[in-house]
């Protein structure tokens, strides 16, 4: 009987707790205080900058796209892709199943609420448990299979949903393999070089989707949608429709809005590729901003390299004047070091110091985050 109670207790404790993290944003009038972030968003350095700096545009079918990556890898850790090759009507669709996803009323959204401890489902921003306040957002994670969430939003119909997913993530494995070989090819390496680029046609390396809803917010400049992060993967790609909100941290400049480009890509840098490139390629700081009347939708998609590869930094990258700065990891166990440590995780896997007595560029030690 008591332990009944206690699992009444806890469940019912989580649904409170869940019912409070998931508020129906799209219907409030005014910013709760549970979302309330400072004021002072808005004073990103590149405000104070006079030089303008853009994020780079790379066209896939340049003859010079190798270069060209590599330096916005270099010099960025973020770029946008165009002439990639993923038809137009997939863009058009994965946007169209994310509006019909989180068109949803959050009780029927809830049904496929993420675990506690899970990984795909519906829920609030996982970096969430790292600050004080809740973000302007709600997400939908696919990893694997997209039917057993799907059916548990739509029990008669999430075929076409499931289709729509399915469809999407061969050709963003596609692209993804693709740009892994520029990214190498830059480095002076090759995909044959490194043990899991290999991969025959048509087979595919791990990844999670990410759905990404953002409402339209009454007070967007206390608000934020998705704070500062990195992306644990190698590489992330990203398609956000035509409402601007992402931004991208570049040190000398600051915060630089990525202005959505129509049928084009963004490509963010990830964890792991800082450390395959032992640091050459540092992952991009982003976050998403949200703003009064557009509701923003994006889609990333989280490209990792298979689940028993231990990522470490290219033997062709390193010598006794360049040594590895990073130990090596698995993806897995480098997302547990994440959850853990959050913009930590990269220095938590450093081996030496850097010469320069800094600590990896997307170290904030929790001072960039908020702005
Ligand atoms: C594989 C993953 C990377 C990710 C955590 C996750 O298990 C699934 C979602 C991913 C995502 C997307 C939004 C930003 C991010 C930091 C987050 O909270 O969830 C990333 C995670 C990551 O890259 O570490
Ligand atoms: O919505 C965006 O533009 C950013 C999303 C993002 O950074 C992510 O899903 O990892
Ligand atoms: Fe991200």
């Known amino acids: 009987m008591h332990t009944r109670l206690s699992i009444d207790h806890a469940f019912n404790t989580y649904h409170q707790m869940i019912k409070q993290k998931h508020l129906d944003l799209a219907s409030m009038k005014e910013l709760p205080e549970s979302h309330a972030w400072s004021s002072s968003l808005d004073e990103s350095p590149s405000n104070a900058s006079s030089t303008p700096d853009?994020?780079?545009?790379?066209?896939?079918?340049?003859?010079?796209?190798?270069?060209?990556?590599?330096?916005?890898?270099?010099?960025?850790?973020v770029f946008q892709v165009t002439n990639h090759g993923v038809p137009t009507n997939i863009l058009e669709e994965i946007e169209a199943a994310g509006r019909n996803l989180f068109a949803l009323p959050i009780q029927q959204k809830l049904k496929a609420a993420r675990a506690p401890n899970g990984v795909s489902g519906y829920g609030v921003a996982r970096i969430s448990v790292f600050f004080p306040k809740l973000m302007w957002s709600e997400g939908f994670t696919i990893i694997?299979?997209?039917?057993?969430?799907?059916?548990?939003?739509?029990?008669?119909?999430?075929?076409?949903?499931?289709?729509?997913?399915?469809?999407?993530?061969?050709?963003?494995?596609?692209?993804?393999?693709r740009l892994m070989a520029l990214m190498l090819g830059s480095l002076g390496v090759t995909m044959e070089d490194v043990k899991w680029g290999g991969t025959q046609a048509g087979s595919s390396c791990p990844a999670a989707l990410q759905l990404n809803s953002y409402p339209a917010c009454p007070d967007p400049e206390r608000a934020m949608g998705l704070a500062a992060h990195t992306d644990s993967s190698l590489l992330t790609i990203l398609h956000q429709n035509n409402t601007s909100g992402l931004q991208a941290h570049k040190e000398g400049t600051g915060w630089v809005t990525v202005p959505p480009i129509r049928h084009a890509l963004v490509i963010n840098v990830g964890d792991l590729l800082h450390i395959l490139s032992n640091g050459l390629y540092p992952s991009v700081?982003?976050?998403?901003?949200?703003?009064?009347?557009?509701?923003?939708?994006s889609v990333a998609y989280l490209y990792g390299p298979p689940s028993n590869v231990q990522i470490s930094p290219l033997s062709k990258l390193t010598d006794q004047v360049h040594p590895p700065l990073y130990r090596p990891v698995t993806w897995s166990e480098y997302l547990g070091t994440k959850a853990k440590h959050f913009n930590k995780a990269l220095s938590s896997v450093r081996l030496c110091a850097p010469l320069n007595g800094f600590a990896d560029a997307n170290d904030h030690n929790g001072v960039v985050p908020v702005g």
């Open 285 to 297: 700081l982003h976050r998403a901003m949200v703003n009064r009347t557009q509701h923003r939708l």
């Open 144 to 177: 694997g299979s997209p039917y057993e969430q799907a059916r548990k939003l739509w029990p008669d119909r999430y075929s076409k949903f499931c289709d729509v997913i399915e469809e999407y993530k061969e050709e963003m494995n596609k692209l993804a393999q």
């Open 54 to 77: 853009s994020v780079p545009v790379i066209n896939l079918k340049d003859p010079n796209a190798m270069k060209l990556v590599g330096h916005a890898c270099k010099t960025w850790g």
